[in-house]
Nanobody, 118 residues
Framework: QVQLVESGGGLVQAGGSLRLSCTASGSIFSINFMGWYRQAPGKQRELVANIISDGATNYADSVKGRFTISRDNAKNTVYLQMNSLTPEDTAVYYC????????????WGQGTLVTVSS
């Protein structure tokens, strides 16, 4: 069984920064992608950023230049550095990963709340 455990959410003022972490554990053979999604109240879940095994990254237009995704393959951990936060970034942030454990699975974390006050 594979688990994703997120940390780093919280309350921050507009213009501030937060760093989210997500670690995958379990009988993992390999990890293809790791990424972050978010869901604001009343809105659909949307991609924030992802990073694949070769280091290639992809960002939502709304976070380009402010957020940076990185990955420590040795630790099965992905990070999301969020700078210049705005109230529009307020959401539950979910970690996701594509993992190979005999078969290929897409797994999700439980979510961590980020609240940006104005």
């Amino acid at each position: 069984q594979v688990q994703l455990v997120e940390s780093g959410g919280g309350l921050v003022q507009a213009g501030g920064s937060l760093r989210l972490s997500c670690t995958a554990s379990g009988s993992i053979f390999s990890i293809n992608f790791m990424g972050w999604y978010r869901q604001a109240p009343g809105k659909q879940r949307e991609l924030v950023a992802n990073i694949i095994s070769d280091g290639a990254t992809n960002y939502a237009d709304s976070v380009k230049g402010r957020f940076t995704i990185s990955r420590d393959n040795a630790k099965n951990t992905v990070y999301l550095q969020m700078n210049s936060l705005t109230p529009e970034d307020t959401a539950v942030y979910y970690c996701s990963a594509g993992v190979k454990v005999g078969t290929y699975l897409v797994v999700w974390g439980q979510g961590t709340l980020v609240t940006v006050s104005s």
